[in-house]
RNA sequence: GCCCGCUUAGCUCAGCGGUUAGAGCAUCUGGCUGUUAACCAGAGGGUCGCAGGUUCGAAUCCUGCAGCGGGCGCCA
């Protein structure tokens, strides 16, 4: 067992194996061992290190067993070269099935001949945690989505979701490191929220009340007053109104978090709790706003291609062989920049019998956004901007026309809109007959009001899906596949 | 919420009214002087999702339920 060999010990025992000098690289208490990814970065060539991971595969030949091991921090793996005449091969046999994590010491060996660069002679191991392999669910091959979707908590250990986590860490970066750059401040926006102030959808509702006997009123309603807060609570569904009202102070702000919708969507496009990016900016108007949305996802999908080329290249042979070229094109090419007004041109011209209306005023539909994107712009990504006032949230610029909002849809190609946004009603009068017109009461909305009672300025902003990013990223076809625990509606993953 | 499909060994699947339900991989046993998802030989492993029904006979046809997947709507 590992915790019970000291650093003393570790040294002694490497002295005695190796009979001369080494580099001492870790120990359980002088630093943390070097990852796989460490030693490919820099190979330390005929030195003695302990490496750690988890067997992806053995092979035992007669005299000899190979041990690969992979511990997530890159897509390849390690080989360890066991002679029986060091490690009986009893033992090996016993203790090295796929899954076990193991600690390594022997000498790093340059193989210049073989298909790895490199490869690690043992002279002992130990074993920190045993599979059982009859009942271990994962083996050495590929094995479907689905069924991993099951035992999400194993997941992590197959290179498909370590390659995804890693692009997900990476390209989290990549949106702070951006926005960041351009003058942004990243803000926390409450996730515990006192009302549905944007009508996003349904809301999950927090409460300490007892379900079994919830306290009420004589004449039924519930009695709030006695719930924690004094008041109903739900967990938010967007950051964008009190973005907002940073915004108004701050200028430009973004949030990045988790956000919440009770909509039951059975999709592969919907989750319960996703990720949001939500950028708000004072004096931006919509074109620079549709000018920043662009940059940044462009941005991003080059920061993925720079950093994850092993990554891409896996999901690519494995999962979706377009996948490295519309990364390529979407990062190259301007997006195309259509009207909506245009757009419903486009479709009534294109002469496909669509089986939602194509008539001004009608929503696009999925059939819609992917004749726009995958045959009229060819795979290039669309913007889609200026939709009818009526099919748009109140909170939305009215145009000069008296029928459209200053709003913007970006639609990639697969997975149709990554991000929706505007510019925001900053006149008071406008703001307020819009809200009278949609009968919303207008009580809990002061202080959103009173941003435009006191020093309004033209802002703008958007909400960008890190999910659907990611399905776009990593060519995967479900946003259960691109967070480490889903919630959707029905599953707790 | 509506519509469609799938569910057979640990995994991926074949079988779609007619003997005792199959394959590859995994597992186990044995073999192999360096393997690359190693290879070779042998073995074990199944109430064919669950509950009913039709039939001389059901994995196969029908009904219901469940789980999963996909399409649509809502959106990120």
Same mark, same amino acid.
């Given at each position: 067992m590992a915790s019970n060999i000291s650093g003393k010990d570790t040294i002694r025992l490497i002295e005695r194996l190796t009979k001369g000098p080494f580099l001492y690289l870790c120990s359980m208490s002088g630093g943390p061992p070097p990852t796989i990814a460490e030693i490919y970065a820099k190979p330390p060539v005929n030195q003695v290190i302990q490496i750690s991971g988890w067997v992806r595969t053995r092979r035992t030949t007669r005299a000899i067993s190979f041990v690969e091991l992979q511990d997530g921090s890159t897509l390849k793996s390690l080989q360890i070269v066991m002679s029986h005449q060091q490690i009986p091969r009893e033992r090996i046999e016993c203790e090295l099935h796929t899954g076990a994590a193991i600690t390594v010491q022997g000498l790093l060996r340059a193989t210049p001949d073989r298909p790895q660069p490199f490869e690690i002679e043992a002279q002992a191991f130990s074993l920190h945690g045993a599979v059982d392999p009859e009942t271990y669910p994962l083996q050495k091959k590929a094995h479907s989505l689905e069924f991993l979707r099951e035992i999400t908590h194993l997941r992590p250990r197959t290179r498909t979701f370590q390659a995804i986590f890693r692009i997900r860490s990476g390209v989290s970066f990549a949106i702070h490191q951006y926005l960041q750059s351009q003058g942004f401040v990243y803000v926390h926006t409450p996730i515990l929220t006192p009302s549905d102030c944007e009508g996003a959808g349904q809301l999950f509702q927090v409460t300490t009340l007892p379900l079994a006997a919830v306290p009420k009123h004589p004449d039924g309603r519930v009695a709030y007053e006695k719930d924690f807060f004094?008041?109903?609570?739900?967990?938010?569904? +967007?950051?964008?109104?009190?973005?907002?009202?940073?915004?108004?102070?701050?200028? /430009?702000?973004?949030?990045?978090?988790?956000?919440? /919708?009770?909509?039951?969507?059975?999709t592969p496009r919907h989750l319960a709790e996703f990720w949001m990016i939500?950028?708000?900016?004072?004096?931006?108007?919509?074109?620079?706003?549709? #000018?920043?949305?662009?940059?940044? !996802?462009?941005?991003?999908? $080059?920061?993925?291609?720079?950093?994850?080329?092993?990554?891409?290249?896996?999901?690519?042979?494995?999962?979706?062989?377009?996948?490295?070229?519309?990364?390529?094109? &979407?990062? +190259?090419?301007?997006?195309?920049?259509?009207?909506?007004?245009?757009?419903?041109?486009?479709?009534?011209?294109?002469?496909?019998?669509?089986?939602?209306?194509?008539?001004?005023?009608?929503?696009?539909? &999925?059939?819609?956004?992917?004749?726009?994107?995958?045959?009229?712009? +060819?795979? /290039?990504?669309?913007?889609?901007?200026?939709?009818?006032?009526?099919?748009?949230?109140?909170?939305? $610029?009215?145009?000069?026309?008296?029928?459209?909002? &200053?709003?913007?849809?970006? !639609?990639?190609?697969?997975?149709?809109?990554?991000?929706?946004?505007?510019?925001?009603?900053?006149?008071?009068?406008?703001?307020?007959?819009?809200?009278?017109?949609?009968?919303?009461?207008?009580?809990?909305?002061?202080?959103?009001?009173?941003?435009?009672?006191?020093?309004?300025?033209?802002?703008?902003?958007?909400?960008?899906?890190?999910?659907? !990013?990611?399905?776009?990223?990593?060519?995967?076809?479900?946003?259960? #596949?691109?967070?480490?625990?889903?919630?959707? &509606?029905?599953?707790?993953?």
């Open positions: 004094g008041q109903p609570a739900y967990l938010t569904v +967007s950051g964008q109104l009190e973005g907002e009202l940073l915004a108004m102070g701050l200028t /430009r702000i973004y949030t990045f978090g988790p956000t919440f /919708r009770a909509e039951p969507s059975h939500e950028p708000e900016m004072a004096f931006y108007d919509l074109t620079l706003t549709m #000018d920043l949305a662009e940059d940044f !996802l462009r941005y991003l999908i $080059r920061y993925a291609l720079e950093h994850f080329p092993e990554e891409l290249t896996f999901l690519t042979e494995r999962y979706e062989p377009r996948l490295i070229d519309e990364l390529q094109t &979407a990062s +190259s090419q301007p997006f195309m920049r259509l009207s909506y007004t245009e757009a419903i041109e486009i479709l009534k011209k294109s002469g496909r019998a669509f089986q939602f209306p194509t008539e001004w005023g009608s929503d696009l539909q &999925a059939e819609h956004e992917r004749y726009l994107v995958e045959e009229y712009a +060819s795979g /290039r990504p669309i913007i889609v901007y200026n939709y009818p006032q009526a099919i748009k949230a109140f909170y939305m $610029r009215q145009n000069e026309d008296g029928k459209t909002v &200053a709003s913007f849809d970006v !639609l990639f190609p697969r997975i149709g809109e990554v991000i929706g946004g505007s510019q925001r009603e900053e006149r008071y009068d406008r703001l307020l007959r819009r809200m009278e017109e949609l009968g919303m009461p207008l009580l809990p909305y002061q202080a959103y009001l009173d941003t435009r009672r006191y020093g309004t300025a033209p802002h703008s902003g958007f909400g960008l899906g890190l999910e659907r !990013l990611l399905l776009f990223l990593t060519g995967m076809t479900n946003v259960r #596949d691109v967070i480490p625990f889903f919630r959707a &509606a029905g599953q707790m993953g």
